[in-house]
């Protein structure tokens, strides 16, 4: 409650409840989510609007064995009942799979020690064809001089790599101490490489894009495009006038 009183104050609209599940830690399951009207009884209202806050469901998963990833393959129902799907690969196999073939919202990426593997262009950009988005977390570079400097070194390679597309910084907060507003962390992306207009987007329309993505993800599974195909010239003078309107009608 605490938290969520002080994403409220800071200037936030939206806010997501964090499930992280390590398999390597024990073996774990699947659980559904806590609903935020069991935890938070009265939620604040967003300042200037009538809107309360709205607080979403997101599910993190810290794979490190490819194994780890055909639970994401299945179709849990569990799975389905979160807004947000997040996958923490910790080989650069893992992120490759994740980049290619995961059916994700959120690729996180280690901040807090030195990547065992360099990003490479091929996954990065499929990735971004794919509407995922890589997430970067800002908390551990206000903790300690060590994860800050592995912080931005490894944002910044990964800026060499996206351009700064589809960067999404959040907080991983668990105090309320260790929450900025927007406009702080979108000077911190400024550390990390990214452009103004890139470190607007990365806490702003980039958040919205991942979430709807994870909407679409839960409610469709394609979309169809239909485009008009225009007729050639000398189909048309050799179709009767009749038939055109009847082909017409």
């Known amino acids: 409650q605490n938290i969520l009183t002080m994403c409220f104050s800071v200037g936030y609209s939206t806010v997501a409840l964090n499930h992280v599940i390590d398999f390597k830690e024990k073996k774990q399951e699947i659980s559904k989510p806590v609903s935020p009207s069991e935890l938070f009884p009265s939620l604040p209202i967003v ?9 979403l469901t997101r599910l993190t998963l810290i794979v490190s064995d490819p194994s780890h990833c055909n639970l994401l393959r299945s179709t849990s129902a ?3 009942l979160y807004d947000i799907i997040a996958v923490f690969p910790k080989t650069e196999k893992l992120f490759h799979i994740a980049c290619t073939t995961l059916d994700v919202d959120l690729v996180c990426i280690n901040v807090t020690e030195k990547l065992p593997f360099y990003f490479r262009r091929p996954p990065v950009n499929m990735a971004i064809d794919r509407g995922i988005y890589f997430e970067l977390l800002y908390t551990p570079a206000i903790k300690d001089s060590t994860m800050r400097r592995y912080t931005i070194s490894n944002a910044i390679s ?3 790599i996206c351009k700064g597309k589809n960067i999404v910084i959040s907080s991983a ?3 309320p ?3 900025r507003g927007p406009y702080d962390v979108a ?3 400024l550390l990390f490489g990214l452009s103004e207009g890139e470190a607007k987007a990365a806490v702003s329309t980039n958040c919205r894009a991942s979430v709807l993505h994870g909407e679409t993800r839960k409610s469709a599974c394609g979309v169809v495009y ?3 195909k225009p007729r050639k010239v000398e189909e048309e003078e050799t179709v009767p006038a009749c038939k055109k ?4 009608a």
């Open 47 to 55: 300042q200037g609007t009538s809107k309360k806050i709205k607080v």
């Open 78 to 80: 569990n799975i389905r």
């Open 158 to 160: 990964l800026m060499q």
């Open 173 to 175: 907060a668990e105090r």
């Open 177 to 179: 101490l260790e929450l």
């Open 187 to 189: 000077n911190l992306g």
């Open 226 to 228: 239909t485009v008009k």
């Open 245 to 248: 309107a009847k082909t017409q």
